[in-house]
């Protein structure tokens, strides 16, 4: 019998010239932000049990981990401090002090590496005795009593010539506030990578371990958004945008990836999505047991999440993707 199959999708799939022909996304290397984990002290390169392959490292071996990947194509990083317990109070005073390791790192780092994109973290959990990414009074995080908090930190940060401030609070109208902060210091160069859409998620768990920043009570559902809500990330979106946003990040990533190509659509700054923590052990995890394949799984992950609109990927598997792709296609 012939059957006049006149579609035949299987034809643009017959070779590797033809698929590479019809490829429809390519993740660049320079196109990942890399996360860093910094302590106290020198010498020191401790891994992170929850987060395989990822260290809390002091300045000195900082360095020369970025120098490792900047080797290899990754171009941004994005900071993290563990800040000593005894350093922490209630308004996160440390975090614009003059003897602040993390403001010392973002001069030295920006010195040795003046061309590399870097990014900070702008909330006060790593710095408040009370583990909240906001001002606790009476058990309630206090969103005005906060914004002058993150305005003091994000000026210094600035100051010490970060690229890029990344508020992930998620108090209302921070945007604005940290926005008119900067300029009225005269930082009009530095930008706001804002985590518009920050899920209260499970999914953050290695992060907190490695920098032991989880919540001393209570939980960050008053603030960070709903796992249920997608049109919220729309509303919560087109503020950041109004309230002078240079890009707007979903978080995590690959479980909210209907958000991702949501704000793809509306948004015409790029869009970041930060594939966090617990969503790169979950992965590792399986492939240590021998039940995926990391040198194709991982790859796969990256790959889905710039299908799904993300123009920027914050992701610990930066590194390894950038070794990946140098494999298969050289320098990016
Ligand atoms: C802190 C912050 C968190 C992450 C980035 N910044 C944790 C939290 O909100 O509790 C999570 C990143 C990850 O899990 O990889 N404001």
């Known amino acids: 019998m012939i059957h006049n199959m006149i579609q035949r999708p299987r034809r643009n799939r017959r070779n590797k010239a033809i698929r590479s022909l019809v490829q429809e996304t390519l993740v660049r290397p320079s196109q990942l932000i890399y996360p860093l984990f910094l302590v106290q002290g020198s010498g020191i390169k401790d891994e992170i049990a929850s987060l ?14 970025i120098e490792s990947c900047v080797n290899i194509g990754i171009q941004s990083f994005v900071l993290f401090p563990a800040i000593p317990e005894e350093k922490k109070d209630k308004e996160a005073t440390h975090s614009w002090a003059s003897d602040n390791m993390y403001l010392e790192a973002i001069r030295t780092i920006k010195a040795v590496f003046p061309l590399i994109c ?6 006060m959990d790593p710095y408040s005795s009370d583990g909240h990414d906001g001002y606790v009074e009476n058990g309630q995080i206090l969103n005005d009593k906060t914004l002058p908090i993150l305005a003091k930190m994000s000026v210094a940060q600035a100051q010490a010539g970060i690229d890029y401030i990344g508020p992930s609070d998620m108090m209302d109208g921070r945007v ?6 900067l300029d009225q210091a005269g930082h009009t160069n530095c930008g706001i990578i804002s985590y518009t859409a920050k899920y209260a998620s499970a999914y953050y768990g290695p992060f907190r371990d490695a920098l032991d920043s989880a919540p001393k009570a209570g939980d960050k559902k008053t603030y960070q958004m709903d796992p249920a809500n997608r049109r919220e990330a729309a509303r919560e979106a087109e503020l950041d945008i109004l309230e002078g946003a240079d890009m707007i990040m979903v978080k995590p990533a690959l479980h909210y990836m209907d958000i991702i190509s949501d704000l793809q659509s509306m948004s015409d700054i790029p869009v970041a999505a930060y594939h966090v923590s617990g969503e790169c052990a979950m992965l590792i995890a399986a492939c240590r047991n021998g039940w995926l394949d990391y040198d ?6 990256i790959t889905s999440l710039g299908r799904a609109g993300a123009d920027v990927i914050l992701t610990y598997f930066a590194k390894d993707y950038a070794a990946h792709y140098r494999s298969l296609h050289g320098f990016a």
């Not at 870097?118 to 909330?123: I, Q, R």
């Not at 604005?176 to 902060?181: C, V």
């Open 52 to 65: 395989p392959g990822n260290f809390r490292m002091s300045l000195d071996q900082l360095l020369k981990e």
């Open 118 to 123: 870097l990014m900070s973290d702008v909330a």
């Open 176 to 181: 604005g506030f940290l926005r008119s902060a």
């Open 296 to 301: 194709t799984a991982m790859p796969e992950v």
